[in-house]
């Protein structure tokens, strides 16, 4: 389906100080994919050379869905519907190659691995796995390409749930090995890319739920170090790979805890590497965020509650950064996001509230960049929504004066400050449940409200002179966008211009700087 041409520049403002202003021509209307006052709404998406492939739901009545292949021509956006009339969404897609390979239930073969290569006839059923039922369950997880291959966990009705392989081919997807043999189930967890190899979580039924490794091969996935010994599980979890290789995860072994361990794939260097908090109760590690040689995460070592810590993969350079709030309470760091081999994260020091910090690893290098809120925000109205771009982060806050509003750091107190105040006065631009900036280069993109435009588009480079908005559906009524995926030339969304519901925009790339 072509769709129909559209002076899409109309009644928007656009930018004329961003990197490569002639580009910067403002949202362009892709398709209407559900014409008339039907809505599409994107679950999830995937990128090939450019090309978009979008799984849909359309509304209003929400039980329908479809997939779509959206890309630029030299005569304009071109929609390519792959499949239509679904029960089920496309899910889980991932890109092998050329090909994109995703979960569908199509109604007839049950929760099965598909693919497609951008065609209407070349975009099917790779094999039924499971011809017993579904070979997925309803939330699975996420797959994981190495090499040529897409490793995932699949039920083929025999095996249980092992982890499999598949090139997008009916010979070349296969069970790579039965962990747990006979009908059991290992189930995999959390598949994690280490160079030509996986890293897992799985349960074999004798030595409990651990850590496995894989290259793909049968004879290459074994067990990399039963942690609990015996039936017992360690459950690893959070598994985490550093800037140079060092690998992390959180496992018990029935006598520390939960605790930071490390590995390099082997059962000899797979090890403790602190036990945080002494004794069997864990630390409640979560956070794990890089800073390139350097493992940031909080945790609670039973003493200064939960803070900010640090590791390089031995006892001896993990430790505590900072008691940001003194005594037992702690200042409950979240949403660490790298910049710059530093970290930067929300703390509460107990006087000043929740407000973003910086830590280099060192006490004296962490601080508080800013104190935004004198008092504090309504509940709701905290500093939220942390986003890491090319050497800034970006985020909300709420000050009395502006409400609450777009935050911009470099990882300087002189450089973290209020982007610009969108909704004049105090009243709130962003929504207390906000989507999260949607970064982009050296920029970001996000959705405000004002009572003169609605819920609408805005873009910055991070000063209050590069923001712009984007007035979709001129007026007071809103577009409602929806930021759904970037690619070297395009942002892609979904927003209602008053002529069409809810359908796919474009937003060049050249709005944003590159740094």
Not at 16 to 25: A, F, I
Not at 93 to 109: E, Q, R, T, W
Not at 355 to 372: F, H, V
Not at 379 to 384: I, L, N, V
Request: aromatic share 8%; with cysteine.
């Amino acid at each position: 389906m072509d769709p129909p041409t559209t002076d899409s520049d109309s009644g928007l403002e656009l930018s004329q100080d961003l990197n490569n202003p002639p580009q910067c021509t403002g949202p362009q209307f892709v398709a209407d994919l559900a014409p008339g006052t039907g809505s599409t709404f994107p679950l999830d998406s995937a990128e090939v050379d450019g090309v978009v492939y979008m799984s849909v739901i359309y509304g209003p009545s929400l039980d329908t869905y479809a997939l779509w292949k959206l890309e630029e021509k030299s005569s304009g956006w071109k929609a390519t519907l792959l499949l239509g009339n679904l029960s089920d969404a496309p899910k889980r897609m991932a890109v092998v190659g050329s090909k994109v390979l995703f979960i569908l239930d199509d109604g007839i073969h049950g929760s099965e691995l598909w693919k497609t290569d951008g065609t209407p006839g070349g975009t099917r059923l790779v094999e039924d796995i499971n011809p017993f039922g579904d070979a997925f369950s309803a939330n699975p997880i996420n797959p994981v390409a190495m090499g040529k291959a897409l490793y995932f966990a699949a039920d083929d009705g025999t095996h249980g749930t092992e982890l499999w392989r598949s090139d997008g081919t009916t010979g070349g997807t296969r069970l790579v090995e039965d962990i747990a043999p006979g009908f059991a189930s290992s189930s995999p967890g959390q598949l994690l890319l280490d160079g030509k190899r996986l890293l897992f979580a799985a349960d074999d039924g004798d030595k409990g739920r651990e850590l496995w490794k894989s290259n793909g091969t049968s004879g290459g996935t074994r067990l990399v170090r039963d942690i609990a010994p015996g039936a017992t599980d360690s459950s690893p979890d959070q598994l985490f790979r550093l800037e140079d290789g060092t690998l992390f995860f959180v496992a018990d072994d029935g006598t520390h805890g939960r605790e930071l361990w490390t590995t390099d794939g082997t059962t000899e260097e797979t090890e403790l590497v602190m036990d945080i908090r002494a004794g069997s109760e864990g630390s409640d590690i979560a956070w794990l965020t890089s800073g390139k040689k350097k493992l940031y995460f909080t945790a609670n070592d039973g003493v200064h509650g939960a803070e900010l810590w640090t590791s390089m993969g031995c006892e001896d350079d993990t430790r505590l950064v900072k008691d940001i709030r003194p005594g037992a309470t702690g200042s409950a760091p979240r949403e660490l996001v790298p910049l710059k081999g530093n970290v930067i994260l929300f703390a509460d020091d107990g006087t000043h509230g929740r407000e973003p910090w910086r830590s280099n690893g060192t006490t004296a290098g962490t601080l508080m960049l800013a104190d935004t809120h004198p008092t504090s925000p309504q509940p709701g109205y905290e500093p939220s929504s942390l986003v890491a771009g090319k050497n800034k982060v970006f985020f909300y806050a709420t000050t009395p004066g502006e409400g609450k509003e777009p935050w911009v750091t470099d990882g300087t107190t002189s450089g973290t400050h209020l982007i610009k105040d969108l909704r004049p006065g105090p009243d709130h631009s962003i929504s207390g449940d906000p989507y999260p900036p949607f970064v982009v280069g050296g920029g970001a993109t996000f959705v405000y409200y004002e009572e003169s435009v609605g819920v609408e588009l805005a873009w910055t480079n991070g000063t209050a002179s590069g923001t712009r908005v984007a007035d979709i559906n001129p007026g007071p009524d809103s577009s409602n966008p929806v930021i759904f995926r970037a690619t070297r030339d395009w942002v892609y969304l979904v927003a209602g211009d008053g002529v069409h519901s809810s359908e796919p925009w474009a937003l060049s790339v050249g709005c944003f700087p590159k740094n």
